[in-house]
């Protein structure tokens, strides 16, 4: 044969020109690309094996190839031998740590006159290049998924008003055993990327050491040659499944070659078989492309043996990574200044949530899901709440607010009448009928507390009868109270003086009482 290896599409080109068409072998050789030399000997090479030129349709490459190749006819068996072992190093080749050393000390242990490492590669690259084994050969088991979206859409009809909806096709494709996985969506919004991507995983049964995604904005926010930067959500969603994310360079369509030949083949196996079906939902749709699909993935490769379903479950299967317990769940990300009042305003729910006040005017990262709203800073959270949709409203932690703030938050109607009660009655209705004077009872707070501040500075007799001289008065007034108690307008037996404690900024919970 000649020195340079030709192509098995050249050498069936060959065949068909000169066996079928009756073209001489010169002119042959010229239409198919081949140099005369070799023409002629694949020529007198598939003569001499006797079979009709009708027959090698049924045959794959490897055993073409060893019918006219009248330098292996002549080969002695240990070339032979080793021949028959290249697909099983085919296959072995795609398995993760994998060598040609290894497989050539193998083939040593038990062929002790085998040919040495040189001649080992040297026939194997030859019979490689002889049969054209496909790009894919070079992807480890579990390497890469590659994922895209079709250029052609289809489309779900409104069984009501019969107005069609494009749908835009998701694809994904493992790099060793190209296992294909298809799925009709909605968009190509980030929502609906992350989901079908996750749906991808689960129909793989495992996760990939890496996904190859082309530059669309749902998985890079910012492309670039060398670093593009991955979509904050999408590499969430990578660190989840425990995979990384290795975007395509843009316009560089090798770098996802397998899915770029999935689509072509999608168009060839799953659209057209299609074309005329109508389809009246999402999942209808998707169940007539999963059904193509499985049909697919059950073909044999061309002039191969075996199908991607059965590489898969020989080779690829065992090399994913197991998937999490827990669904991932999408989450959005902001970076937010905190305001003033210690709260940070996420726009999604028009909803205020509280941040711890040392915060306030300091940017945190803001992770938000369905269900719970998130605060970072210097990457450490620093405030987690449910997710609220009310617009407008506030979500507040308490714990949140300045001392003298979570102070006044602990203010209410209940409280006040209970540290009145636990000087005397007098102070229990007096401060009741302070809290009945005023159209809303927070607005007698403050009154409140500085009648009950009034106890830490006077005798309790002399308080309580102050108090009682109000109530007769009907004067609910904080000045009055004090005057009557700095002029002593009544007679009051001596007692030592009682001291009573009130709540401090510093002490809320466990001070109600004044005794």
Same mark, same amino acid.
């Given at each position: 044969m000649a020195n340079n290896p030709i192509g098995m599409r050249e050498v069936r080109e060959l065949l068909r020109l000169y066996f079928k068409q009756g073209l001489s072998g010169?002119?042959?050789?010229?239409?198919?690309?081949? =140099?005369? @030399?070799?023409?002629?000997?694949? !020529?007198? =090479?598939?003569?001499?094996? =006797?079979?009709?030129?009708?027959?090698? +349709?049924?045959?794959?490459?490897?055993?073409? !190839?060893?019918?006219?190749?009248?330098?292996?006819?002549?080969?002695? %068996?240990r070339y032979t031998t080793l021949e028959k072992l290249f697909p099983y190093f085919e296959k072995e080749l795609k398995k993760v740590g994998v060598t040609l050393h290894l497989l050539w000390e193998e083939y040593r242990q038990t062929r002790k006159d085998g040919y040495e490492y040189s001649q080992f590669c040297h026939h194997y690259y030859h019979?490689?290049?002889?049969?054209?084994?496909s790009m894919h050969m070079e992807h480890k088991a579990g390497d890469k998924l590659f994922v895209d979206f079709? =250029?052609?859409?289809?489309?779900?009809?409104? #069984?009501? @008003?019969?107005?069609?909806?494009a749908c835009e096709v998701f694809v994904s494709v493992l790099g060793c055993s190209q296992l294909c996985y298809i799925e009709a969506v909605p968009s190509q919004k980030k929502e609906d990327w992350i989901a079908v991507n996750q749906n991808?995983?689960?129909?793989?049964?495992?996760?990939?050491?890496?996904?190859?995604?082309? /530059?669309?904005? +749902?998985?890079? +926010?910012?492309?670039?040659?060398?670093?593009?930067?991955?979509?904050?959500?999408?590499?969430?969603?990578?660190?989840?499944?425990?995979?990384?994310i290795l975007p395509a360079r843009a316009l560089h369509p090798q770098d996802k070659s397998l899915a770029e030949n999935f689509v072509r083949?999608?168009?060839?196996?799953?659209?057209? #078989?299609?074309r005329n079906e109508v389809f009246y939902s999402l999942e209808e749709l998707n169940q007539a492309l999963w059904e193509k699909l499985e049909l697919h993935n059950k073909k044999n490769f061309q002039h191969k043996s075996y199908s991607r379903q059965s590489l898969f479950d020989q080779v690829e299967k065992q090399e994913l990574k197991a998937l999490p317990t827990t669904c991932y769940e999408l989450k959005h990300f902001s970076q937010l200044k905190v305001q003033y009042n210690h709260h940070i305003y996420l726009?999604?729910?028009?909803? *205020?949530?509280?941040? #711890?006040? &040392?915060?306030?005017?300091?940017?945190?990262?803001?992770?938000y899901t369905l269900s719970n709203v998130e605060a970072y800073y210097n990457n450490e959270r620093i405030a987690l709440h449910q997710r609220n949709r009310k617009p407008y409203g506030y979500t507040t932690k308490n714990e949140h607010r300045p001392a003298h703030h979570q102070f006044q938050a602990e203010w209410t109607s209940e409280r006040f009448i209970s540290w009145g009660r636990s000087i005397g %009655?007098?102070?229990?209705?007096?401060?009741? &009928?302070?809290?009945?004077?005023? %159209?809303? %009872?927070?607005?007698? *707070?403050?009154? /409140?507390?500085g009648l009950l501040n009034l106890a830490k500075k006077h005798p309790k007799p002399a308080y309580r009868k102050a108090c009682k001289k109000a109530l007769e008065m009907n004067c609910l007034q904080y000045k009055f109270i004090k005057n009557i108690l700095h002029n002593k307008t009544f007679d009051v037996q001596e007692e030592p003086l009682e001291l009573f404690e009130l709540p401090t900024h510093n002490n809320i919970r466990g001070k109600e009482n004044f005794n």
């Open positions: 010169r002119k042959a050789a010229k239409v198919a690309g081949i =140099g005369k @030399t070799a023409a002629s000997q694949y !020529i007198a =090479g598939f003569k001499s094996s =006797g079979i009709s030129i009708s027959a090698i +349709s049924g045959m794959n490459d490897s055993e073409l !190839i060893n019918l006219i190749n009248i330098r292996k006819q002549t080969q002695n %068996p019979w490689r290049k002889e049969s054209k084994v079709t =250029g052609k859409k289809l489309y779900i009809t409104d #069984p009501a @008003t019969g107005e069609r909806e991808a995983l689960q129909f793989y049964g495992g996760a990939p050491a890496a996904i190859v995604p082309d /530059c669309l904005r +749902s998985a890079v +926010s910012k492309s670039n040659k060398y670093e593009p930067k991955v979509n904050q959500t999408y590499q969430d969603f990578g660190e989840h499944y425990g995979t990384v083949l999608a168009y060839q196996r799953i659209y057209a #078989p299609l726009k999604a729910d028009k909803h *205020y949530y509280s941040i #711890p006040f &040392k915060y306030t005017g300091k940017k945190v990262k803001v992770i %009655p007098e102070v229990e209705q007096l401060i009741a &009928k302070i809290l009945d004077s005023r %159209p809303h %009872p927070e607005q007698a *707070y403050r009154s /409140c507390m």
